[in-house]
């Protein structure tokens, strides 16, 4: 037995990764680090100039509040695109949020005060047409679920729909047992839990090989980063981990980016223009220039303007 088998790693070369995958959920256990992961998953795309939106589906906690700085919110939400009589592609493009520290990011979520209970039920069909419309209108979609996913439509809609999904677990007996209890609720088929891709996040002191075990083998190992402390407790969790302890986190960061996105060496500066693209009466994307042209949308998101991301 090779060592990583014995140390709960998944050989990367038997293990099949997705292509190209271009829709990703995120989800795991309290504290396991998902919306931390979600955005510098963002960040690193945005290095490739990739437009990346990340919806943050939590509908108990909003994220959004904690994410953008006051007075940035859209009057838009999830839950108002979710639950309106119709939807369409610029009805989605109105309700980003962009990302001041790049402007290949937007984000979607719901506003401060929100809950599930303040709308109708969220359908099926809406939200299977909602991830639709976002394939095709960015680049990468990164879905950070909520934590009781199976409670939430939106999250358990965008597991079964995602090219695949990044399970995160702590390296302690609280992240084992919300594993047992909830990977189950995954059995069915549509949700393809066999090729769910699994991290743990390691705190110093941890013994994460034992819970790697638990896991069934991990394929990434988040290790506990001080900076990355700091940029939660100072709200900047939009700005890149600088720092030489955070070289190991940012390497790993950068292999889920690889063996995910299949983007497998770093960009290079370039002055290209910028993709535009223009949205037609049927809603199908199409390249500025092609005919029956009704409405000009311009990509990235920072054209829908500007504000300081934070955590």
């Not at 990340?54 to 939400?77: L, R």
């Not at 990468?140 to 409670?151: H, L, N, Q, R």
Request: aromatic share 8%; proline share 6%.
């Amino acid at each position: 037995m090779s060592e990583n088998k014995i140390m709960g790693i998944n050989n990367t070369q038997e293990k099949k990764f997705p292509v190209m995958s271009k829709v990703l959920a995120v989800l795991g256990s309290p504290g396991s680090g998902k919306t931390t992961t979600s955005i510098k998953l963002a960040l690193e795309l945005a290095k490739y100039k990739k437009n990346t939106v990340i919806v943050f589906c939590d509908p108990f906690t909003s994220v959004i509040p904690y994410v953008i700085p006051a007075g940035t919110e859209t009057d838009i939400s999830l839950g108002m695109l979710l639950t309106a009589p119709g939807l369409t592609q610029t009805d989605i493009l109105e309700a980003c949020i962009p990302v001041a520290q790049s402007e290949y990011i937007c984000l979607l979520g719901y506003k401060s005060g929100e809950s599930l209970m303040a709308y109708p039920k969220i359908t099926k069909d809406k939200t299977l047409d909602f991830f639709v419309m976002l394939r095709h209108l960015a680049d990468y979609v990164i879905i950070d679920c909520s934590t009781v996913f199976e409670a939430d439509p939106v999250s358990i809609v965008g597991i079964e729909t995602a090219d695949t999904a990044l399970r995160l677990g702590t390296a302690d007996l609280k992240g084992i047992s919300y594993y047992q209890s909830h990977m189950p609720m995954l059995a069915d088929s549509v949700f393809r839990s066999e090729g769910h891709l699994k991290a743990v996040s390691v705190k110093p002191g941890q013994e994460w090989e034992a819970v790697a075990q638990q896991y069934g083998g991990v394929d990434f190992v988040l290790s506990f980063v001080p900076e990355l402390e700091r940029q939660l407790d100072e709200v900047s969790l939009f700005e890149p981990l600088t720092s030489k302890e955070s070289q190991p986190y940012n390497a790993e960061i950068q292999k889920i980016i690889n063996d995910i996105f299949g983007l497998k060496c770093m960009p290079v500066k370039t002055t290209a223009v910028k993709k535009e693209w223009k949205t037609d009466t049927d809603d199908t994307p199409r390249p500025t220039g092609k005919s029956r042209v009704r409405l000009s949308i311009k990509l990235p998101f920072g054209s829908f303007g500007r504000g300081r991301g934070e955590f």
